[in-house]
């Protein structure tokens, strides 16, 4: 079936679905499903239409313009989408969520195609080979005798990676248990673009080792979280969350080997909420549409 | 805020939403949220709208004849609701469904008002009188001797307590562990209005004692279905389901006691949501919109 | 049956379990239950003992005793437990926790006696009431322009509550959304005898008002904590965990309403642990059995 | 670290736990883990010890004999357990279990040999390729014209099947959605030592095309079970049980889709609890020591 997505936001005010709505069966579309969300008239409002374009009559690429007037009239922000997106998936040694993912897409949860898969080691190469995905390694060369060279070389680094992502037209990039902490420089590249999967249940547990902190703690639940990475630090806007109980009988690796499965399944649900354009950012947090 | 519910159901056009969204605009209601479901344009289409009405041009007591023309051209089921839905709660001897309606009653979480409390037992008068509802009893007389004239005394109660239903306006009838079968004759008098808890986890320990069945069978999870009361026993449509996992060392003292968090927390949220006119019954299912 | 309840704790060393089990079955006991953990001979080792005691030899008040030559030559911290404990609920204004304590221990589910409802406000008097537990008032007096003077009132205030928990032999306390921090007094009173409940899921969102705080960050999971209540807010050992998945149409108000639900369980479960002699506190972390 | 775990049940009597540790302890192991239950002096008890064997005096193969005194005096079904199991794996044409269950074993989750995979299919040798595991296939050869012999293939292939397991001392058969309904000549050879994951939650929804059934009878949550294979479809003793919640939008294919995350995990936590030594069957139902 021929589809597309619109979501939009905008202050709300009267008028808006008959407006959007009005658009689509006026154009030969039908409106398949159809969310909106808003905290009254004075607030923002947020909506996302899935249309089935079978007979619609503008054409994929005069979507924008012949929307513009009603999104001018009532200060909207929109997007169509219309195509599966093209998704970099970047791992370094943990294969759990890479694995995860590319199963998910496999059988068809995940509706992404994955021209690439990237690290910064070699261990993953069988794994992408094992899936006919072609892998790329992109080292960071150190040098154990000057940080900032090692500063620098990842910034050589990424701006390789960044060139060959843009070069294989990449809308999304999965850090799949990446390992590495991106520059401003890559983050701005693909702003609200890149998904980070973080070990530990945030705003809890920021930083390095996170299953070693709740362990310190000793919270009786564990968990990880999907978020955009930004500039701060496993500070960007949530997208999903996962817990697990654990007990006094479990040992950090224990807590390691249960967040694999909650690490895996958080990824991989906000991967699809994205993939899906059932996403939206507004002031730091994240609507999530069913 | 002065607010109605529209439910539809019919089969699926182009243009439906366009419809119900420009009604509602026209009249100058605005929507607070809107949510539809269909399977495509050849299948059956459900959809819920929430209208902010305190503009809204139409009294009340026209709705129904404003909105016929449109019913009538996509052959639609609605049904409008701008009132707060009076309940009656029918008990025996448990409390905790009883306590657990009347505490998210009090906290504003279930929208209902509760003119009466009904029982075959006076165990429970305490409770009512706790909460300051009018509590009253209808005893079934039992003749030892006869088992017809059981039946026939059942009837008698339950016409006794229908007609005082009526006389009350009541529109949902809670059977928060009632613990009685009802015949067909209350069942036909709220169709689709009486709402069960079953303490198993449907369709799997129908009829009596199903934590005693659940323990017997050696499953490790036990479950609560809150349905629609139909002739058929604990086969009516499915509203909510709940579980908890249970392990050997738990007696069947312990499944009821875990399963009474189960219960109550089934029963309200399906009390709540036909409470909120978010459920449609289509095909012996029901759509319990989010 | 007449049962009693061991907790030990001590370094791991062979022959513990032999030497535990042995005293019981010679003077006639019969090990209901027995649970241990250790993380080898080089740690720390923890048992609890289940024991029914119908038959025993040693009676009740010279259990101690007869016990320490195997406790000495083990170096075991231990303690014996053979009556159901008295426990005291200090409330505020929030019933929610209270209602749910109180039937829970009416079921049977937890097996505490509770002697005395405890508030600074006269709001939950009709809840002791209705459940026929006396009911007392200690308001702390405020002067408005003197912040010492409150701090004072304060802590004349928990003085009278000690004294009372004293005279009536409070060995727990329950602090059921009581809303006041207490003092190092008052802590110091009951040491790992007081348990708390977390409107947060620690260590995130400590402190005042932490659904707003967890609506602010945007988490798409909320939770509670049931603690030992120390000196330091909100840091005491953790006893139990709960969360709930909330999405962007959730408002604070509702993060209230759903948090109820978690908050109750938590504490109730922290509360049955600890009546059931199931916890150890170890290095500032909790180990409960099951 | 060399280690054993021994599972007992017996009739419930005084001193048991002592003869054990007593036993344990007089020649030189540690124990590191203990777990028992009954119900009572009048009822059955089961134990199950995992002992730190580095200094034990008795050989592996002596100590079934050593331990015959004690197991005779109460009359103990007993089972020693010292080495990691060897386990086969069968599938048929769906991977996520098979997946799952190797990348846990590498993880170190599992502790299993996995020695060969098998299949009437070979559609997955690709699998076992990537995990350098051997993988054998076992067609069933099919006569359309007759039935009968259709199921003397299936013998036949069921027989070289055993005859090869036996030959590769399999202990621990694995069905990763096998899609085979194994006669009783294969569940005899391997009495409770082959775990089955079913598609839905038993008893419920038994035979085939659970999802189908579930989607047909609206419930909303869907669940798998993971059991011991016997004589009777999908009425083994069960292991474990997982649920995940559904709502109307899903179809069959969703299900499906959730289905797997939950197969999976259920197939691996029994497969994970028997390599453990964990289960004890009794009376049709199993204990699954923590």
Do not use: W
Not at 54 to 59: A, G, P, R, T
Not at 84 to 112: F, P, W
Not at 188 to 214: D, T
């Amino acid at each position: 079936m021929n589809k597309f997505t619109l979501l939009i936001d905008c202050h709300d005010q009267k008028g808006i679905v008959n407006a959007v709505s009005g658009f689509i069966s006026e154009n030969g579309g039908n409106i398949i499903d159809s969310q909106q969300y808003s905290l009254g008239l004075s607030a923002h409002f947020f909506m996302r239409v899935l249309v089935d374009a079978s007979e619609f009559k503008i054409k994929t690429e005069d979507l924008d313009a012949a929307f513009s007037n009603i999104a001018d009239k009532f200060s909207m922000s929109f997007k169509f989408s219309h195509h599966t997106k093209r998704m970099a998936i970047l791992v370094s040694k943990y294969d759990h969520c890479l694995y995860d993912l590319l199963l998910r897409k496999q059988y068809g949860e995940i509706n992404v195609e994955v021209p690439i898969i990237i690290s910064n080691h070699l261990d993953l190469k069988h794994v992408a080979t094992a899936f006919n995905i072609p892998f790329e390694y992109y080292p960071i060369e150190r040098d154990e005798y000057d940080t900032n060279s090692h500063y620098d070389s990842k910034l050589r680094q990424e701006q390789r990676i960044i060139n060959r992502l843009k070069e294989l037209n990449i809308e999304l990039v999965a850090l799949a248990r990446y390992m590495q902490i991106l520059t401003p420089q890559f983050i701005n590249a693909y702003p609200f673009k890149i998904i980070n999967v973080h070990h530990g249940f945030l705003p809890s547990f920021k930083g390095a080792r996170p299953y070693h902190q709740a362990f310190e703690k000793g919270v009786k639940i564990i968990g990880a979280t999907a978020h955009y990475a930004t500039e701060d630090l496993d500070m960007g806007p949530i997208i999903e969350q996962g817990v697990i109980s654990i007990d006094h009988r479990d040992t950090v690796e224990d807590y390691i080997s249960k967040g694999r499965d909650i690490e895996k399944q958080v990824l991989a649900k906000a991967i699809k909420a994205h993939a899906e354009d059932k996403i939206i950012v507004h002031e730091g947090k994240t609507l999530v549409f069913d």
